[in-house]
């Protein structure tokens, strides 16, 4: 015994289910215990008055559960109006019981039962319950109430079989049974207008005329039903019947034809005669009994259905029967023969038996098409199918449907998650410029050297992504799929620009002045040998990789080196040992220093130090004094020869000369001083570097074991090795020895080798599906192919790519067709109806006239064996007929003899004829010399093989070859350039049309279907500009400026071409770079001075004033002393010349002698007002002490701006344009300016003048700059051409469509406007089943009755475009397909009834209505609307109008409706009658639809009527008068008389007809005039009017205001002296406000 739990959702109820060894017997009694009939709960007495009324029945009470519970109820006396009153007025014998036995359930038993619920019912309107429709008495809104119902039962949960509701009632409440809806308003039956009367139907005499209308909308939800569609009058013709003329007409009435039936086997040796009954059915006519063998033909049936699969089809051919009488007008019979006169009617004919259309099981269903689960929420669906396996015959019933489609997968929840699809891209292709170049850059370009900005491509593909979770890598590759599968993303970007490295050239420093005479290392000198050198630096600091620069050091070998030299600085003056004059000492510092001139300790220098004290003499005043040196002139030479050497010297002057006994001058010769400079060799020595080798591994660098911080390691180490060699200036490589070890470069360098990488493939793609079905025995074989993608090329020796990326295979052995084939047996005999059956029926005897003809059809495989039916149906192609008409001569029938052949054609468009005559008897017949019925000569138009082929529609456009090879777009992305112009072909459909202007295959005209023709695409011209121009001068004549050049347009772009660059009005476009102009090339060069000339007279002392001279000679910038040649001395600055001569002074023996003036020390930087300047000198020999005294030793001036002080500032120049590298035509830049420092004259000096004073330079001297890329249109490769939208007609054409990967930016080539391309298809025929309209009803053989109305298929040809040409009849009508199938799928008979003269009937089906929504407020809320169509009763006779039908109406669903509104229209007022109607808001006039109760009035009435002169009945319904008329009333409120308003011109008068406008007495002239402005209390309806009532109140209320104030007035006042004045009592303090 087990227990589950089950949730019950439908009420929320918990139900315990027992699963055990269940009793059936104890269910029985369980169920049997509760089967009790419910009593009533209300019993009625005798007494009316009073009743008996029980409540429900409580819960099964008891201790334990099962039989032995009580149940009880409350029991009221009531009074029929529903008061409780007490037990002794109901009488006690009709008390119902208070108290019952019960079976009481227990828990476990709720799992036994549950409520079984119903889906809701429909909602219907309340009064429908009850059979009957309450009238509306107002309009209805939005909705009206409805209910709709289900059925609630209480069932077992084993078998479902129902039990007492009380037993679910236990454990739940019952669920509800009904509930309120809404159902919209109620819409009433719509009518259309009537459409003209008929005419008379009699042309004499009385008759009757109908007119009808028809249904537009059918009545709904309770609206109001149809009203009758026709409608009828007499009328009568003015001209009397003729005498004699019969009083009716009589017509042979016809019956339908029975249903087919065959006849006995043994109709020959019947002795009962086949009987026909005549009598009504309401399913046919008449029906043909046999009474002996009633069977045969349903086991027949039923032997047919038991072949599922017959070999063969035969058919079989039976008889029809039909009844036939003659009517008169009036609906009575007649006799036949007042019909028929002299032919028999055809009461019998031989037809088909039918045979029902038979179909195959059904096979499986087909996989659900929805596999996975996606945010799409729709449900998928499946198909099955069965195969006809018997066509329907003659009436059989047709098949049903051969395929169903159902949901499947509705929820979806237990799917997988459907996989989602992405674009993935391959690895970016390499740099590539040469696309931004434009033709004519591209012929003069150096591709191999190219760098800069470039762009790099590479392929997308869409790929299926597994899963969310699954963690996703760069490199992750998955199968590539069908691109249309991620059509709904932006795929990446295929086109992205890059940039290669350019190489800058080495921009470099000055030398430096050589430096002194070093060992090759000071820390460890050796030998006597050392080496001058000088460097130079590189000034380009670029992230760019840089050339190889050339050397940067250069050296000399010297001899004698020393690194480290004492340097000794004089301190003090020198102190004489012996006051005032004579020898001393100066103290000097001494300091050993290296030779970049830093203090190091002193045991580097070598040998003693200089001593601290240096021996000196202060001279006497009677001694000699000479100057101090100058310094060291420039270098005559920068290096020393075999024939020349380097000197510079030095000169001392003589300040004073000696007296006597003084200290005498050096010789001339000790004045001067020489000495060797710049004694190295004219050979400089320096190391020469080759360029860095490539990176190659090296074994002893151990590099493997470094990784990134991320843990990733790193590719291995290598080195790069170069050579290094000494090199000779102007000769070549020497020796190592000659070039310094210090300055050696380095040979070897550590350097990261290029990773190892693989070539990375995706997997192959699926392999393309091959057919699905067969494939017939001469075609080609199929064949299927996939694919790969390349994402990452091989590279630094990884593994290579594959070879193959793309497959193509044969499809596996696909099944070959089957060949069947249709086999057809001989024509049997021409049946006709047996004679057993003539003999019983009216009509001719003989056996002779129409009858039918049979054959077998069988189906046999192509080796001509039998095989199913069905395979034939399958793969045979149609059917061919298996029966014919055909005709057993009469005796009366004409005879005639065969046709003749065909006469020959005389070609195309000629005709040919055949013959036949008459033979025998039939020459003389009447009947048979009717050409129309029986005619003696055919024509038809020759058969033409000449067609006329036709260009249609327009040339598309010039469609380019596809360059692309099978395959390629699946490897590498391909670099090849699109090629958008040259020769291409374009292409024009040619309709081609037979000789009868039929449309027929293309082929038979052209082999395409096409006129090709050449063209010519212009290839697009870019821009064009010139070459460079030369450059200009420096804009500055003096420091840094910039020089332009240009280039000028040449062309302009044209069609499509890369446009130009941004030129100016000039149609230029410049570049710009900086330059330095010096402000003189040339300087002054100055000799030392010459010695002072003093004039002596009288032989005197030589001193004194005196002059000196020195040479001056202009001379270039930057040349030594020994190679300075004079030039022109206006080249140099004039304003600046140094002065050639000079006063100078040589002092007196005994004199003061003060050394020359020192420099001036420097002004404020800013030449302050009042500052200013001083220079000083000192004393080198003191006076006597009879001579002077010394002259002052400092002087001073006034600094003043740009005479003896000047500021200096810095200046840029402007930036030059951007400044690529050599080989780059776009990308990462630099622009440059240069500084200048200019004085505050305005003059340029050198920078050291700036830098002397401090000036820090602010100014930014270059940036990086951006020149964009002219990055051209690129698109991607055409797709490939679409299927043509139309297989047939005119139509039609095939597309192919490419994208845009990368917008043209800046001077690229823009973008083709043209990414869509079509050409059209070949003009094939369109074949179609052509289906007519039904025609008339035709009775065969009669007048009037049952017959039938036919429509027919017909194979036609068309254009397919709908307007070029009307179809037209194609004889083969196998081009259409299957007829048989096609006929078997349309109704192609239609039973129908022409009616006798004087028959009541009705009229055909009226169009179907235009398409009608149930809207609200003008919106609608479904999406099939519903249009209605009718049959109205037609009334010939009135005699008939008992047997006449009732009208019918029908509606179907439509789609594309409209709401329609319903709207009141009235017409203008005509002697107090106006037209009403109803109108839809389209414009239609209708009946019903309108609300009625809405309806406005048609007729006007006033009571009494209005009789008064120029009175009328207004539309309130009292009289009132005209125009130009004013009422005067009566007392009673009603018209008195009408007279005229003042003021208005009226010339109506009063009417001489009546008295009364004559005889009314009128008044005066005044009295008009006052009674014209006098106020009438009473209004034109003779009723008080309001303001009567206010001036009455008005006029109350004034009276009584006066009384009240005269009474105030009046009153007198009591006053008492000596009591104090009284308080106001409380009711005195009312002030008359009414707020109080």
């Not at 090329?793 to 295979?809: H, I, K, M, V, Y």
């Not at 009849?1369 to 129908?1392: A, H, S």
Request: net charge neutral.
């Amino acid at each position: 015994m087990g227990w589950t739990m089950t949730l019950k959702d439908d009420f929320g109820v918990i139900a315990w289910t027992w699963r055990g060894a269940a009793n059936n017997l104890s269910l029985f009694l369980l169920l049997s215990l509760f089967s009790f009939s419910v009593q009533s709960d209300i019993v009625f007495p005798r007494d009316r008055h009073f009743s008996w009324k029980a409540g429900q029945w409580g819960h099964c009470m008891g201790e334990e559960c099962g039989s032995g519970g009580v149940q009880t109820r409350t029991i009221w006396c009531v009074h029929r109006e529903g008061w409780t009153t007490h037990h002794t007025h109901c009488q006690h014998m009709d008390k119902p019981e208070s108290q019952r036995h019960c079976f009481k359930v227990c828990d476990w038993h709720q799992d036994l039962f549950e409520w079984d619920v119903s889906d809701w019912g429909g909602c219907v309107l309340v009064p429908f319950f009850a059979n009957e429709l309450l009238p509306r008495t107002a309009e209805c809104i939005t909705a009206q109430h409805g209910i709709q119902r289900r059925k609630v039962h209480c069932v077992r949960t084993s078998n479902r079989t129902t039990v007492t509701s009380r037993i679910c009632e236990f454990f739940s409440q019952k669920p509800a049974v009904e509930q309120a809806c809404l159902i919209p308003c109620p819409q009433d039956c719509v009518v259309s207008d009537f459409n003209s009367w008929s005419l008379c139907s009699k042309t004499c005499g009385a008759g009757l005329q109908h007119r009808t209308r028809h249904v537009l909308a059918t009545p709904m939800y309770g609206g109001a039903n149809c009203p009758n569609l026709t409608e009828l009058r007499t009328c009568s013709s003015p001209v009397d019947c003729p005498a004699g003329e019969g009083e009716y007409q009589y017509s042979l009435k016809v019956g339908a034809w029975s249903e087919c039936r065959l006849p006995h086997p043994k109709d020959t040796l019947l002795s009962g005669r086949t009987t026909v009954d005549f009598s009504t059915s309401h399913s046919e006519n008449n029906t043909v009994t046999l009474h002996t063998h009633a069977s045969h033909h349903h086991s027949h049936r039923h032997h047919h259905r038991a072949h599922k699969n017959p070999m063969s089809w035969e058919l079989e051919v039976g008889y029809q029967t039909r009844q036939v009488r003659c009517t008169r007008s009036d609906g009575k019979n007649a006799m036949l023969s007042l019909c028929t006169k002299d032919n028999s009617p055809l009461t019998f004919q031989a037809c088909a038996m039918p045979k029902d259309c038979q179909t195959s099981d059904w096979s499986s269903w087909s996989p659900c098409s929805k596999t996975c689960r996606s945010s799409d929420l729709s449900p998928g669906y499946r198909l099955r199918s069965r195969i006809m396996t018997q066509i329907p015959v003659a009436g059989g019933k047709r098949c049903p449907a051969l395929e169903e489609k159902e949901a499947c997968n509705i929820m979806g929840d237990l799917l997988p998650i459907c996989p989602r699809y992405v674009w993935r891209a391959t690895d970016w292709g390499e740099c590539r410029i040469l696309p931004l170049l434009s033709q004519q850059d591209r012929r003069q370009a150096n591709i191999s050297i190219l760098c800069g900005g470039g762009i790099q491509t590479r392929k997308t593909y869409c790929v299926q992504v597994p899963d969310d979770s699954a963690p996703h890598h760069r490199k992750e590759v998955s199968r590539p799929v069908n691109a249309r599968l991620c059509a709904g993303e932006e795929p990446p970007s295929a086109v992205q620009r890059c940039s290669i490295p350019c190489q800058h050239s080495c921009l470099l420093s000055q030398w430096s002045p050589w430096g002194a005479c070093l060992h090759d290392n000071c820390k460890e000198p050796q030998g006597k040998k050392g080496f001058r050198q000088r460097r130079r630096e590189v000034l380009w600091e670029s992230s760019s990789p840089l050339e190889t620069c050339p050397h940067l050091v250069e050296s000399v070998p010297c001899e004698d080196p020393v690194c480290y030299l004492w340097q000794v600085q004089q301190e003090g003056r020198c102190v004489p040992a012996k006051s005032p004059c004579g020898p001393g000492t100066a103290v000097q510092s001494v300091t050993c220093v290296s030779a970049e001139g830093e203090d190091v300790p002193a045991a580097h220098c070598e040998g003693d130090p200089p001593p601290a004290e240096l021996a000196c003499e202060v001279a006497c005043s009677a001694d000699c004094v000479v100057g101090s040196w100058s310094s060291w002139s420039a270098c005559s030479h920068s290096c020393a020869t075999k024939n020349a050497e380097g000197r510079q010297s030095r000169t001392r002057t003589v300040l004073a000369l000696p007296g006597k006994g003084g200290k005498e001058c050096p010789a001339a010769s000790a004045l001067e001083e020489w000495r060797v400079c710049n004694d190295h060799p004219c050979v400089v020595f320096y190391w020469e570097a080759s360029a860095w080798g490539p990176c190659i591994e090296e074994a002893s660098m151990d590099f493997n074991g470094t990784s990134f911080g991320n843990g990733t390691p790193t590719c291995a180490m290598g080195v790069q090795i170069r050579k290094v060699s000494c090199t000779k200036a102007n000769v070549g490589p020497v020796i190592s020895k000659r070039c310094s070890d210090s300055a050696r470069p380095e040979t070897v360098r550590p350097c990261s080798l290029p990773c190892k990488r693989d070539c990375i493939v995706t997997p192959f793609s699926e392999w393309t599906a091959c057919p699905a079905t067969c494939m017939p025995d001469n075609a080609t074989a199929a064949t299927q192919s996939r694919y790969r993608t390349i994402i990452q090329r091989s590279a630094n020796g990884g593994q290579e790519c594959p070879d193959t990326l793309f497959e193509e295979r044969e499809c596996e052995s696909l099944p070959v067709c089957p060949v069947y084939r249709w086999r057809t047996h001989k024509w049997h005999s021409c049946i006709l109806v047996p004679d057993s059956v003539r003999r019983g029926l009216p009509g001719p005897g003989e056996a002779c006239g129409k009858g039918l003809e049979t054959r077998g059809v069988s189906c046999v495989e192509e080796s001509g064996e039998s095989a199913n039916m069905t395979e034939c149906l399958r793969w045979a192609g149609p059917l061919p007929p298996q029966i014919r008409e055909c005709r057993v001569a009469c005796k009366d029938d004409c005879t005639l003899t065969t046709w003749s052949k065909f006469s020959e054609c005389a070609g195309c468009g000629s005709s040919r004829s055949r013959k036949r005559s008459l033979s025998g008897r039939s020459k003389k017949k009447d009947h048979c010399l009717n050409e129309k019925s029986y005619p003696l000569e055919e024509t038809e138009t020759c058969p033409c093989d000449e067609f006329l082929s036709q260009p249609y529609g327009n040339w598309s456009v010039c469609i380019l070859p596809d360059p692309s090879a099978p395959g390629s777009l699946k490897g590498w992305m391909s670099h090849r350039e699109v090629k958008e112009c040259g020769q291409g072909l374009r292409y024009r459909a040619v309709a081609c049309i037979d000789q009868q202007g039929h449309l027929v295959d293309p082929t038979l005209c052209t082999d395409s279907g096409y006129m090709v023709e050449v063209c010519h695409i212009p290839c697009p011209l870019d821009c064009k500009l010139s070459d460079w121009s030369a450059w200009s001068a420096c804009s500055a004549s003096c420091g840094s400026g910039l020089k332009i050049r240009s280039k000028w347009l040449r062309e302009k772009a044209f069609n499509g071409g890369r446009p130009c660059p941004r030129l100016d009005l000039k149609n230029q476009v410049y570049e710009a770079v900086r330059c330095h102009r010096e402000c003189s090339q040339y300087e002054w060069r100055i000799e030392p001075w010459s010695i002072c000339t003093i004039n002596t007279v009288d032989d005197l002392p030589a001193c004194g004033e005196g002059v000196q001279s020195r040479k001056i000679r202009c001379v270039k910038k930057g040349t030594t002393s020994g190679e300075a040649g004079s030039v022109d001395d206006s080249l140099c600055d004039q304003d600046e010349v140094p002065p050639r001569a000079q006063v100078c002074f040589l002092a007196c023996p005994d004199d003061c002698v003060t050394t020359p003036w020192g420099a001036w020390s420097n002004c404020p930087l800013q030449c302050d007002q009042g500052t200013a300047r001083n220079r000083s000198r000192h004393i080198l020999r003191h006076p006597a002490s009879t001579s002077p005294a010394c002259p002052d030793l400092v002087q001073s001036e006034i600094c003043i701006l740009n005479s003896t002080c000047f500021t200096y500032q810095h200046r840029v120049s402007d930036w030059s344009t951007c400044q690529l590298s050599e080989n780059a035509i776009c990308g990462q830049g630099s622009r440059l300016r240069l500084l200048d420092c200019v004085r505050s004259d305005g003059k340029i000096v050198e920078l050291q003048k700036c830098q002397q004073f401090g000036l820090i330079n602010k100014w930014k001297l270059s940036e990086s700059c951006v020149v964009d890329c002219p990055v051209s249109c690129m698109l991607s490769d055409w797709s490939p051409w679409a299927e043509c939208s139309h297989t047939c007609g005119s139509r039609g054409h095939s597309a192919r469509t490419r994208r845009v990967l990368q917008e043209a930016h800046e001077e690229g080539r823009p973008c083709p406007n043209q990414l869509t391309q079509t050409k059209p298809c070949p003009v094939r025929p369109c074949y179609t089943w052509l289906l007519s309209d039904w025609s008339p009803c035709t009775v065969e053989g009669a007048a009037c009755g049952e017959g039938l109305r036919r429509r027919n298929l017909s194979c036609v040809v068309h254009w397919g475009d709908g307007s070029k040409s009307p179809p037209q009849p194609v004889g083969e009508e196998e081009l259409c397909g299957d007829k048989l199938r096609r006929r078997i799928q349309q109704e192609m008979e239609q039973p129908c009834f022409v009616p006798c003269p004087g028959d009541c009937h009705l009229t055909v089906w009226s169009s179907w209505s235009s398409c009608q929504l149930t809207c609200l407020e003008g919106r609608s809320f479904e999406t099939t609307g519903r249009q209605a169509r009718s049959r109205a009763v037609i009334i010939q006779v009135m005699e008939n109008q008992g047997s006449c039908p009732h009208q019918v109406f029908e509606t179907q669903p439509c789609k594309g409706g409209k709401c329609h509104s319903y709207q009141w229209r009235t017409g203008g007022w005509s002697n107090n009658v106006r037209a009403v109607w109803c109108q839809r808001s389209d414009g239609v006039n209708v009946t019903g639809g309108c609300f009625p109760q809405k309806r406005p009035t048609t007729v006007r009435h006033c009571h009494p009527p209005c009789m008064k002169p120029f009175s009328h009945c207004t539309p309130s319904g009292v009289c009132g008068c005209e125009k130009g008329y004013t009422e005067v009333m009566t007392t009673h409120g009603f018209l008195d008389y009408c007279t005229r308003t003042p003021g208005v011109d009226n010339n109506k008068k009063a009417d001489v007809k009546t008295n009364s406008g004559r005889l009314k007495p009128g008044p005066s002239q005044a009295q008009d005039l006052f009674n014209e402005w006098t106020l009438r209390p009473v209004g034109p309806d003779g009723r008080v009017k309001l303001w009567v009532y206010a001036v009455t109140a008005v006029g109350f209320i004034l009276i009584l205001f006066i009384i009240a104030l005269s009474f105030l007035v009046c009153k007198p006042t009591k006053t008492t002296k000596t009591s104090p004045p009284p308080q106001k009592p409380l009711t005195l303090a009312y002030d008359g406000d009414m707020d109080m």
